[in-house]
């Protein structure tokens, strides 16, 4: 196995298209990490010069050496690769990293160690293919929510699209800060959606209905549900 850094945009996205890669594994959330003090470097692990695998590494310095953590990465080009390749591809991508801890957190457990640490364990995610027609995806709802989704409907709320720019935002990360402190969760910090924004102010969609909100960020071909916060009367609005 080869493993070789990507200094390119577009290569690099193009490449992460063909995964749907999430957005941990994009280049703008590499550049939005560069924002709040880390470093981004992309890396493609080829067989033979044919491109198997890819990952967005993030590196923080401590203490001397640096920790390097691929959020949801490797990603494998071949949807089921065999032990062997996952194997190889971790060995490669592990010696081109600097020294120090090294930190992996992929879709699927992979086998083996990186250095002295096992892999983290998979993250829980949902994901919704939003390809379907809509009568389609009605459909395959759970019926309580295809139930509030028709009251919704039924209802004098209306949805408002913002414009995300800075001035905007703060008060709803503001909301949200308070909500993971209150609820005792941890997630991307808030302010990382300043710098998101920053890097890529037409990737952000954020919506509001009353008292109630959504951010989302679009990357490549898919879309990532970031924060939200419901209100009183919003919560009242979904019995």
């Known amino acids: 196995m080869d493993t070789r850094e990507i200094t390119d945009e577009i290569h690099w996205e193009e490449l992460a298209d063909t995964v749907d890669a999430p957005l941990s594994q994009r280049w703008l959330y ?13 890396f493609v692990i080829s067989d033979a010069r044919r491109p198997v695998a890819l ?21 494998f080009l071949n949807a089921a690769p065999d032990k062997a390749t996952e194997q190889a591809v971790v060995q490669s991508l ?20 990186l250095g002295r640490l096992g892999l983290t364990p998979a993250p829980e995610v949902v994901e919704l293919d939003l390809r379907p ?32 720019s800075p001035s905007v935002l703060r008060p709803y990360l503001l909301l ?10 941890r ?7 300043l710098a998101l924004q920053d890097v890529a102010p037409k990737s ?22 970031q924060i939200g916060h419901t209100g009183p009367r919003g919560r009242a609005a979904a019995r």
């Open 133 to 164: 027609p809509l009568s389609d995806m009605r459909l395959g709802l759970n019926g309580k929510w295809r139930n509030a989704l028709k009251k919704a409907e039924k209802s004098d709320l209306h949805v408002t699209r913002l414009a995300p």
């Open 204 to 225: 952000l969609r954020l919506f509001e209905v009353d008292d109630a909100f959504m951010l989302f960020i679009l990357h490549g071909t898919s879309a990532t549900y």
């Open 55 to 75: 990952a967005q590494v993030l590196h923080r310095p401590i203490l001397g050496a640096k920790i390097s953590v691929a959020l949801r990465g490797p990603l």
């Open 94 to 113: 592990r010696a081109a990293l600097p020294f120090g801890l090294k930190l992996m957190s992929p879709d699927s457990r992979l086998p083996g160690t």
């Open 30 to 42: 590499g550049e939005a990490a560069k924002r709040i003090g880390r470093d981004a470097r992309r």
């Open 176 to 185: 949200e800060k308070h909500q993971q402190a209150q609820r005792h969760y």
């Open 187 to 193: 997630g991307l910090p808030p302010e990382f959606a």
